[in-house]
């Protein structure tokens, strides 16, 4: 046990197992794989990455273990230890049954984006400043979550953040991130290898349409008159609306007679009746010839 560091011997002696030789053993070389590895964004202090290779090293021999004392000398609460311990496991590649894009992919069935997930997720890599682990759950789980939002294709969400091991506030930070890494280096190349997009068509219509105005009116534009033509033109126009004047003055100069009823003017006396008596006749003619 002298060949082991001062804190895993420690921790061991307080759980119970420093007897545990081989045990030590195989927790000293998780632990020199481990600082080999780099764990971002992690709350994992020595002691409790310590705490967490005891802990594997017990599960791989079968050898019993105190979880609970475990927990307690880690100074981690018991959900972070479990969500610390189950990085540990993926950086040591302790799990054989790990996440990938491609069995991710299989089990939401959405192969057809296993290509674009890939090469998000190698492109984060080589964007990111630090070096990160890329099989991590969260990794993978967002670079397909991407790849279906820019090819369109739904999936549970529920689902994916399950698959993550995130809670939904650090899912949602997270692929803030990410949607705006990806619309920067693939949206716009996506744009570029698919359909073009809509607005691109509206210009290139409304270009064609100009282009095709512009030429009715080169077509359409009249030809430069000369001077002496309009004068020409324009004189024989009043020449004409004046003769036309003149005309329609000399039609209302000409005099017309009041039109006459047709009825005849009513005579005061009747011919056949005599004025001077009422029951007499009136002659046309004297009786003394």
Request: proline share 4%; hydrophobic share 35%; aromatic share 6%.
């Amino acid at each position: 046990m002298s060949v082991h560091n001062k804190t895993l011997t420690l921790i061991a002696s307080k759980l119970g197992i420093s007897d545990k030789e081989k045990l030590l053993n195989k927790a000293a070389e998780f632990e020199r794989l481990l600082q080999m590895r780099n764990v971002a964004g992690s709350n994992m202090t020595d002691t409790s990455k310590v705490v967490i290779c005891l802990d594997l090293a017990a599960n791989v021999f079968g050898i019993e273990f105190d979880v609970k004392a475990a927990i307690k000398y880690s100074g981690l609460k018991p959900t972070m230890y479990t969500n610390c311990r189950k990085v540990v496991v993926n950086l040591l590649e302790l799990n054989s049954d790990r996440l990938t894009v491609s069995t991710l992919c299989v089990t939401l069935q959405c192969a057809s984006v296993q290509e674009l997930a890939d090469n998000i997720l190698e492109e984060y890599q080589k964007q990111a400043k630090v070096e990160l682990d890329l099989d991590l759950p969260q990794y993978v789980c967002m670079a397909v979550s991407q790849a279906c939002r820019l090819s369109k294709v739904k999936v549970p969400k529920t689902k994916l953040i399950e698959k993550s091991r995130l809670k939904p506030a650090q899912w949602g930070k997270l692929d803030a991130d990410w949607t705006k890494f990806v619309d920067d280096k693939f949206a716009v190349a996506k744009k570029k290898r698919g359909r073009p997009a809509k607005t691109a068509v509206v210009d290139e219509t409304e270009q064609e349409s100009m282009e095709i105005e512009e030429q009715k009116i080169e077509i359409q534009e009249p030809q430069t008159e000369s001077y002496e033509d309009w004068k020409r033109r324009m004189l024989e126009a009043a020449y004409k609306e004046l003769a036309l004047l003149e005309q329609t003055q000399k039609i209302e100069k000409v005099p017309t007679t009041p039109r006459r009823s047709p009825r005849k003017t009513p005579q005061k006396f009747s011919p056949y009746k005599s004025p001077g008596k009422k029951n007499g006749v009136r002659l046309l003619f004297p009786l003394n010839i």
